[in-house]
């Protein structure tokens, strides 16, 4: 099975403003565009990352696409798969009847439910569709980088 | 200043530039240095031109010679005055010229075979001091040539028009350096003209000095002031300071005057060499001559020909038994060497000397 | 009375429309200028420093900081700032402090100096394709290279200790403690990357700061913190510092509220207490008390490296110059009116000093003069914004130059002057660690390094353009300079002609 890219934590470089988020949404919203995505869409989607924080610490986290992960072994409908050619556990909105299993079974709790249209779950899928993830683009600090099966951190330009 | 307009300011120039050495110092006459330069006639526009000559006074050659221009005569009479407290003034007399229509108006041209009285001090420093005195000091008056058993002789004109004026043909030389200019001004003082000398030093010299800043503040540091304000005179100058006063060889001058890239130095195999390199940069960084130029410069012993370290400026070398030629271009030396043995152009920063081998 | 109150020196203005409340500000403002109330963001102005943060990190850009406009008549000799210092005063009756360097109008002389390039007599070089060479030695040189002549030509001449540099600028003296370690790590790094010199400052050496000891100048100040043999053996040279552009004459305090556990350790002091550097070195009262420092120094460190000397421009700059390279200095350093600070008395960095032009001018004219320029090395600094500058201070006789606040801007400032308070939003002037973190080293000191790149190959455009393919030979070389609107004096102390005159 070919490894994922992956995206690596830095905590140590994390100010906590939580821009990871903002861009998540964004680039996961209809427009694609900042300002009507919050101001403007309904629902407004869910972020793939768990910000947690605590005194001067803080992080953020995203599904960390496990090389044995259980969440795929919890869902119940195959809505949760791993898709071969990257490597990357993805998740398919149709075929998830929302029963969160998979939100149970993630260590990490970065799987989250979205309310939004209908009940279902929610998690990061490294931005698949514009090739470089936009928490990883738009971290001011480069708390949190791409790098590839060997390890080699990915810039942005480079994709 | 009065009478010297163009001594204020400094004039970069274009120029051609030969030399001819007998390596056993043989004599020979000034109409040979005379085809040479004015077959490059094209090289200068009649603003400036000059020879050196060396061997040229064997009945007095231990007596230093200056020779001095005047651009007015209560000028001449100062000078007189320090040169009368200074040295003994063993003969003096005007410069034999010949009238030429085209050198209107001329200086006041005389020269003096001086001794200096009170043994014991550095002689040398001291030729060295008083000309820097004259020209700094007295208004109207240059002293151009201060060397022994050599003189040099220049002006405002085409060359063939000035080797004319001083009858340069019916002087005898083992080594003659001559020089064509094209300043970029309109200078109307003789004194601007090349060769430019110091002591036994002459120079000839096609370029501009891009570090000239620098390389006189330098010199200002070891008692050289820069009273002419031209590039060659900095090069004198530095020719002074290194080989007379710090006993480098010439070709220790070429790697402090065009000195080798850091590339290259580091690529030198040797490391006694590439520290030798090193040190030579560190400390002589101030001297590195920086812009275009080729030159050739003599002394009683040597003549030398150098070039910058990029190679901007043309310069040739060639030999025919004991003879050496060193030119701006080969068309110089061919028209007094037909069938020279061997034809060269001396590589960037790398010095062509020519060494007097006198025969017992 | 009535007790008059502050204005704001900015208005925080917000694009309602723009605001998506995300509240990176309201999360990211160590002064607290934002809040979120339910659905909707209020700024304090009052409290915003002008530092940028907020406006830089704003996703949307509805955030601008502007200036406020004036708030008292309109007064030539009064201005608003005049005032509100006296209320202020009233108010506390202390000190009125500030950071960075001196921002009042004196002439800025490098404004009024141009540059020549080579037309027609003389080829420009061009450095994209030819050797352009900006290698740069610190350290006094022989005045002649003595060369044995036996079968080979052979060195006889010691040199003396030497730092070498690939480009005339380096990292000026930055405190661990008055800036962050992320802040240090990223000059230090930038530094050991291009090649050439950081400076500690008065802060000692962190152990995280080793790797880069190397090319790190180690200061000996006058509170001589940090300071133990393996520090002097760590760096590549040593500077005892005299004083400062920014203050000079004044010592150094850093708050016990910028003295951490790290801090204290590094500079050897107690954790929360004041670092307090006195005005003068109480060992140094006059040059032969100098002296002897600067050969203890070079005798514990076994003359193996250069010991230079770090004075404040003042008025009497060229002869204490002449004084320290005859006692012994390797290099002097010449910090000029407009030189930085983490903190200093207002009215002291303003007033105090002279401009950095016409100390290296004076300086280099002087040492030359009496025949020693050979013998020390003249680093300048002082306000350097551009490699323009470095160059014309390189022409006027410096071999060298120091940045600080360039390098900072590098890192993130914004020139708001509050690093005394220790809340620099930036990252760079703080202990606080929910601050420090915002400085990534990585990119510190990729920006610190790309800053050093753009300008040196600004500098070998500018020599190309002259002609010349040698950093030395435009050292000194004042006819490269020429005045424009300045007078006969300044054109004088400065030793160039004014713009128009030939050779």
Not at chain 1, 63 to 83: F, K, N, Q, S, V
Not at chain 2, 152 to 173: L, M, S, T, W
Not at chain 3, 62 to 78: D, G, L, M, T, V
Not at chain 3, 253 to 258: C, D, I, N, R, V
């Amino acid at each position: 099975m070919r490894k994922p890219k992956r995206i690596i934590i830095r905590e140590e470089y994390c100010m906590g403003c939580r821009l990871c988020e903002v861009y998540c949404i964004t680039q996961h919203s209809k427009s694609k565009d900042i300002i009507k995505a919050y101001r403007g869409e309904e629902p407004r989607p869910v972020s793939g990352i768990y910000f947690e924080e605590k005194g001067f610490v803080s992080f953020a986290l995203q599904c960390r696409h496990c090389d044995d992960a259980p969440c795929l072994e919890a869902c119940i409908t195959g809505a949760m798969y791993r898709d071969e050619s990257t490597g990357m556990v993805l998740h398919d909105r149709e075929r998830c009847v929302g029963c969160w299993m998979c939100i149970m079974a993630c260590p990490y709790g970065v799987v989250k439910p979205d309310f939004g249209e209908r009940k279902v779950a929610s998690k990061c899928d490294l931005c698949i569709e514009a090739e470089f993830p936009a928490c990883v683009e738009h971290c001011p600090n480069e708390a949190i980088v791409l790098v590839d099966e060997e390890g080699e951190r990915i810039y942005k330009e480079a994709v | 200043m009065g009478g010297m307009p163009d001594r204020d300011f400094r004039v970069p120039s274009g120029c051609g530039i030969t030399g001819i050495m007998n390596r056993r110092g043989r004599t020979f006459s000034g109409e040979v240095i005379l085809s040479s330069i004015c077959n490059m006639l094209e090289r200068g526009n009649g603003l400036g031109s000059g020879f050196a000559a060396y061997g040229i006074y064997p009945e007095l050659k231990e007596y230093w010679c200056f020779h001095i221009m005047y651009q007015k005569a209560p000028s001449k009479d100062r000078v007189e005055e320090y040169l009368k407290d200074h040295f003994r003034v063993v003969h003096h007399e005007p410069i034999p010229t010949k009238k030429v229509r085209s050198l209107e108006p001329v200086p006041i041209l005389w020269r003096y075979f001086l001794e200096v009285e009170d043994g014991g001090r550095d002689e040398e420093d001291f030729v060295v001091r008083s000309v820097m005195e004259i020209n700094g000091d007295v208004d109207g008056a240059f002293v151009f040539s201060s060397g022994k058993n050599m003189g040099i002789f220049k002006g405002v004109g085409d060359p063939d028009a000035i080797g004319e004026f001083y009858r340069i043909h019916e002087y005898e030389a083992y080594i003659w350096t001559a020089h064509n200019r094209f300043p970029t001004n309109s200078p109307g003082w003789w004194g601007g003209a090349h060769p430019f000398g110091i002591l036994d030093w002459s120079v000839v010299h096609n370029g501009e000095i891009s570090s000239y800043g620098t390389n006189r503040r330098y010199l200002e540091n070891f008692g050289y002031y820069c009273t002419l304000s031209t590039d060659t005179e900095v090069m004198a100058y530095l020719f002074d300071l290194l080989v007379r006063r710090h006993g480098l060889d010439f070709e220790t001058v070429g790697n402090v005057l065009a000195s080798p890239f850091w590339s290259q130095i580091e690529r030198v195999e040797d490391e006694g060499r590439r520290r030798l390199l090193k040190a030579l940069r560190i400390t002589y960084g101030p001297a590195l001559v920086n812009g275009p130029f080729a030159v050739i410069v003599a002394n009683s012993n040597y003549m030398v020909g150098l070039n910058d370290r990029i190679k901007l400026r043309p310069l040739v070398a060639a030999v025919k038994g004991d003879f050496l030629y060193i030119a701006s271009e080969e068309s110089a030396i061919r028209v007094v060497c037909r069938d020279p043995e061997d034809v060269w152009m001396p590589k960037a920063g790398e010095p062509t000397v020519g060494k007097l081998e006198e025969d017992g | 009375m009535a007790k008059a109150k502050y204005r704001p020196e900015f208005i925080v203005q917000r694009d309602d429309e723009k605001c998506i409340r995300c509240q990176v500000c309201v999360r990211m403002c160590s002064n607290d200028v934002h809040a979120y109330y339910p659905d909707t963001v209020i700024s304090d102005s009052f409290k915003c420093v002008g530092c940028h943060f907020c406006e830089d990190l704003c996703p949307t850009g509805a955030i601008a900081i502007r200036r406020s406009e004036p708030h008292i008549k309109e007064n030539y000799h009064w201005s608003g700032t005049d005032v509100y210092n006296i209320i202020k005063q009233a108010d506390t009756g202390g000190v009125l402090l500030t950071g960075m360097g001196c921002d009042r109008p004196y002439k800025d002389y490098f404004g009024h100096i141009v540059l020549n390039a080579s037309q027609v007599t003389n080829p420009s070089i061009d450095p994209l394709r030819e050797p352009m060479e900006l290698r740069t030695f610190i350290g006094g040189k022989p005045e002649v290279v003595i060369i044995g002549k036996s079968s080979e030509p052979e060195l006889r001449t010691q040199i003396p200790p030497q730092l070498e540099l690939e480009t005339p600028i380096m990292f000026s003296a930055m405190s661990y403690g008055s800036i962050s370690l992320n802040a240090c790590k990223s000059l230090a790094k930038a530094a050991c990357d291009f090649g050439t010199c950081w400076n500690t400052g008065e802060g000692g050496l962190h152990r995280d700061l080793s790797p880069y000891a190397h090319r790190a100048i180690v200061q000996v100040a006058s509170g001589r913190f940090g300071v133990n043999k393996e520090y002097l053996d760590a760096g590549c040279a040593v500077e005892i510092k005299i004083g400062q552009g920014a203050k000079p004459g004044i010592g150094g305090h850093l708050p016990g509220e910028k003295v951490p556990e790290e801090v204290s350790r590094t500079r050897m002091i107690p954790e929360g207490t004041d670092a307090l550097s006195p005005a003068p070195h109480h060992d140094i009262y006059s040059i032969e008390d100098l002296k002897q420092l600067i050969f203890a120094l070079k005798e514990a460190t076994r003359y193996e490296k250069p010991v230079g000397v770090k004075i404040a421009a003042v008025h009497n700059v060229a002869p204490i110059a002449s004084g320290i390279v005859r006692a012994g200095a390797d290099f002097v350093v010449i910090d000029g009116i407009r030189g930085g600070t983490g903190a200093a008395p207002t009215l002291i960095r303003n007033n105090v000093g002279i401009p950095i032009e016409l100390a290296i001018a004076v300086v280099d004219s002087r040492l030359r003069e009496e025949g020693i320029r050979n013998r020390a090395s003249i680093i300048a600094a002082g306000g350097f914004r551009s490699s323009a500058d470095v160059v014309k201070a390189i022409a006027l006789g410096a071999d060298a130059v120091y940045i600080g606040t360039a390098a900072l801007i590098a890192l993130g400032c914004h020139l708001c002057q509050r690093c005394y308070t220790g809340k620099c939003n930036w990252g760079i002037a703080t202990q606080d660690p929910y601050l420090t973190k915002r400085l990534n080293p990585e990119i510190g000191a990729r920006r610190a390094y790309n800053l050093l790149r753009a300008w040196s190959l600004e500098i070998k455009e500018m020599l190309g353009g002259m002609g010349i393919n040698a950093i030395e030979s435009l050292r000194g070389n004042r006819e490269q300079l020429r005045g424009v609107g300045l007078n006969e004096v300044e054109l004088e102390l400065l030793g160039i002609k004014h713009a128009g005159e030939a050779w």
